[in-house]
């Protein structure tokens, strides 16, 4: 079973930015970066295609966000710019297990989920 972990979370104030990475302790292909706020449901934020690096993101965060991976390191980041409150949520990691499938922007498609790791945006 691969195990993800996430870090670099943190409390910030608006307008500015985080980096959170993630490392899996196997090999893994599609990556992806989901959020969920309290008493939301969760959502996706971006993903990436494991070997073009290809990203897709959500609306919201589009323009502002990045996602990069690194196959070497077993590792996905995101980039956080122009931090907004409304980005105050509990950033998840996912991974695809399986190589060859489209890049997914819905939980289910996902076989492995980090701990989860809070981003606080303050005004």
């Known amino acids: 079973q691969v195990q993800l972990r996430e870090s670099g979370g943190g409390l910030v104030q608006a307008g500015t930015s985080l980096r959170l990475s993630c490392v899996a302790s196997?090999?893994?292909?599609?990556k992806a970066w989901f959020r969920q706020a309290p008493g939301k449901e969760r959502e996706f934020v971006a993903a990436?295609?494991?070997?073009?690096?290809?990203?897709t993101y959500a609306n919201s965060v589009a323009g502002r966000f990045t996602i990069s991976r690194d196959n070497a390191k077993n590792m996905v980041y995101l980039q956080l710019n122009s931090l907004k409150p409304e980005d105050t949520a509990v950033y998840y990691c996912a991974a695809d297990r399986l190589m060859g499938r489209s890049v997914a922007v819905t939980p289910g498609a996902y076989d492995y989920w980090g701990q989860g790791i809070q981003v606080t945006v303050t005004s």
């Open positions: 990436i295609y494991w070997s073009s690096g290809s990203p």
């Open positions: 196997g090999r893994t292909f599609n």
